[in-house]
C-alpha cells in the first residue's frame, strides 16, 4: 500500500530557483526516505531521515521531518537542469519494506 | 564495480506467455525487492527477500512468481494469469532493510 502522498503532483520552476515538495504519511515510521528518479530510470537515494531526527542537510538538499504532523519536507537549494527528474518520499515502518508514495514532478527551466 | 544489474532492458510478452526478469547484485546485500511502476505513479512491491530461500508476498503478487536460490539472484517471473503486465519493472537491494539501491529498470511490453 502506497502511505507516502507528495504534494505537489508537479513542479516547475526556474534554474537558480529553490524547489520545495512535500510529503504526509499515515502510520508511525522507522524512517523516511527521499529517491530521485530520472525519466525512463531507476530510484537513486537522496537523504534518510530517521524518526527522532527533525532535519537533515546533504549538499544542497534539505529535509525536515515532523512526526507529530507525520509529514516531511524536501528542499532543493539553487536548482539546476539536473535536478529535472520525479522526486519519491518512502517511509520504513521497521518491517524490511519500504511504502512510496506517486512522486512530484520537477521541471527545472533553463 | 559493485550494483544491481537487470536484464533485459526491454521485454516483450505474447498472449498466454511466462517471462522472466533477471536480477543481479554483487553489493553482498541479504534482502531483495521487486516493484512494479505504471506511467506517473509511485512504486508497489511485488515480492521481496530477506534471505536466500526465502521470500514474501507484497501488496500487488497476484500473477507473479520468484526465487531465492542464490544470495545474488532474484529474477522475477510474469505468468499468464498477470492479465496487465505492461509496466516498468524495478528490482532493489539493501542490507539491514533501510537504504535500498536500484537497478536500471525492465520495461514490459504486450505484444
Known amino acids: 500500500s502506497q502511505q507516502g502522498e507528495e504534494d505537489p503532483q508537479a513542479l516547475s520552476i526556474q534554474e537558480g530557483e529553490n524547489a520545495t515538495m512535500n510529503c504526509s504519511y499515515k502510520?508511525?515510521?522507522?524512517?523516511l526516505q527521499w529517491y530521485r528518479q530520472n525519466s525512463g530510470r531507476g530510484l537513486v537515494h537522496l537523504i534518510l531521515?530517521?524518526?527522532?531526527?527533525r532535519e537533515k542537510h546533504s549538499g544542497r538538499l534539505r529535509v525536515t521531518l515532523d512526526t507529530s504532523k507525520k509529514s516531511s519536507s524536501l528542499l532543493i537549494t539553487a536548482s539546476r537542469a539536473a535536478d529535472t527528474a520525479s522526486y519519491f518520499c518512502?517511509?520504513?515502518?521497521?518491517?524490511?519494506?519500504?511504502?512510496f508514495g506517486a512522486g512530484t514532478t520537477v521541471t527545472v527551466r533553463a | 564495480d559493485g550494483g544491481i544489474t537487470q536484464s533485459p532492458k526491454y521485454l516483450f510478452r505474447k498472449e498466454g506467455q511466462n517471462v522472466t526478469l533477471s536480477c543481479e547484485q554483487n553489493?553482498?546485500?541479504?534482502?531483495m525487492y521487486w516493484y512494479r511502476q505504471d506511467p506517473g505513479q509511485g512504486l508497489r512491491l511485488i515480492y521481496y527477500?530477506?534471505?536466500?530461500?526465502?521470500?514474501q508476498k507484497g501488496d500487488i503478487a497476484e500473477g507473479y512468481s520468484v526465487s531465492r536460490e542464490k544470495k545474488e539472484s532474484f529474477p522475477l517471473t510474469v505468468t499468464s494469469a498477470q492479465k496487465n503486465p505492461t509496466a516498468f519493472y524495478l528490482c532493489?537491494?539493501?542490507?539491514?532493510?533501510?537504504?535500498?539501491?536500484f537497478g536500471p529498470g525492465t520495461r514490459l511490453l504486450v505484444l
Open positions: 532493489a537491494s539493501s542490507e539491514g532493510g533501510e537504504t535500498q539501491y
Open positions: 502510520t508511525s515510521i522507522n524512517n
Open positions: 531521515i530517521r524518526s527522532n531526527e
Open positions: 518512502a517511509t520504513d515502518a521497521n518491517d524490511y519494506k519500504l511504502s
Open positions: 553489493l553482498n546485500h541479504d534482502a
Open positions: 527477500s530477506q534471505i536466500v530461500n526465502d521470500f
